[in-house]
């Protein structure tokens, strides 16, 4: 998960008014300002909102018409992008829905880097949690925004396996879901709750990160995310395993929990080996020694332990051959996006200087502007990101639970 490469060129030479010159001025100080922003986690996701509010309701009027209906100015810009999962082959649109969509992602990816910025801290406190917690809701909601809203009105068609294809977008959507309900499911552990809920929480968790990974099965270049995804859906249906044996106890079926119990750790241990040996994007985690997998083992190890020796000693209860079923459905707890809205137009759009910029026309197809296109192809200069710093020591709670 890294930011992307970007650029912007105006495609409507003649633009030589005072009112002209000064709205593209307008438009590219708001996205210098945003883009600059992006590479560092550690800013404020107030400064982020602000910004990217301030640059979307500009780029409204290159959309819509001050009087309403399609502006003719959609497109008078020439956007170029990288994608997540292509390498630095840039893609180029003379369309504002697709820069649109683009830095509404890449504002969506700061989000869950601010989140993993803050979740890697040692100890944090009850308020950073709930921003960790607000920052992926909202990364979650700007996605299916992208999804819903945006990508259906490109004046082009997804590139294959870039950011805006659907089951990329949907990838992030679900992973961005199941990360802020990971923070659920470690509060449910710290405070204790109920064990069959923090088994359902944990499937319900587990199934999101499935479905994230599934969106990603036909990507080419996709292998490493997907067995990510894939080992943290594992991850958290063995913690739902674990607590299901563990309620199962509760309830005298003992037989029952020590089955459910040998499911947990199982799936897990043999899919970290998997992922070891997966090639692809992106950094190679080493998810065995992870504080969460690592409490994992001599959690399920203790209560396998016990749930034997009571069995032995007590119940004398068969152990069936398959696991027991997961509950379906967590009774509360579940995480739903929180809703992103784009801001109006800008006031800056006045009815004059809609017209000093429509005064000179751009056809995305007419061959001048492809040959201008041309002139800009080419490899974008790398964005230098603020690394995410990584902690050498154990959480301080007792779930382990980590946002990598």
Known sequence: MHYNYFSLSYMAPGCTSTICSSGISDLKASRYRLLELLPDPRNSSASVESALDLYLALLNGLVTAPQGGPSKLRHNFLFKWTHSLLGNTPQL?????????????????????????????????????????????????????????????????????????PRVTTAYFHQCTAEAQEVTVARAIELKHN??????LANETSKLFGDAAGSLVSIEGAERWHKYLRLKSVFYQAYAYSYCGDNLLSLDQCGAAIRALQESYAQAE?????????????P???????????????????????????????YHQKVPVDPP??????????????????????????????AALDQVKSNPKDPANSSAAAKVEGDLTPVSEVPLPQSGQEPKN???????
């Open 270 to 282: 043999e899919l970290c080996k998997e992922y070891r040996k997966v090639k692809g994007l992106g």
């Open 325 to 354: 079923e997961l509950e379906l459905k967590a009774t509360y707890g579940l995480v739903s996006p929180e809703e992103f809205v784009l801001p109006p137009t800008s006031p800056l759009w006045t009815p004059v200087v809609y």
């Open 398 to 404: 007792e779930s382990g639970c980590v946002l990598q």
């Open 284 to 314: 190679k985690a080493r998810p065995e020694t992870h504080p969460f997998f690592k409490r994992l083992s001599p959690i399920v190890r203790l209560t396998l332990e016990k749930c034997e020796r009571e069995n032995g000693f007590i």
């Open 195 to 200: 064990a069959s809920l923090i088994s359902a």
């Open 93 to 165: 649109q003379q369309d504002t829905v697709f820069e649109s969509a683009n830095i509404i992602c890449n504002v969506a990816i700061w989000f869950m880097k601010h989140a993993a910025m803050i979740a890697v801290k040692d100890d944090i406190d009850m308020e950073e949690a709930k921003e960790v917690h607000k920052s992926l809701r909202r990364a979650a909601g700007m996605f299916r925004l992208v999804q819903k809203e945006l990508v259906p009105y490109l004046f082009e068609k997804p590139m294959v396996g870039g950011d805006l294809d």
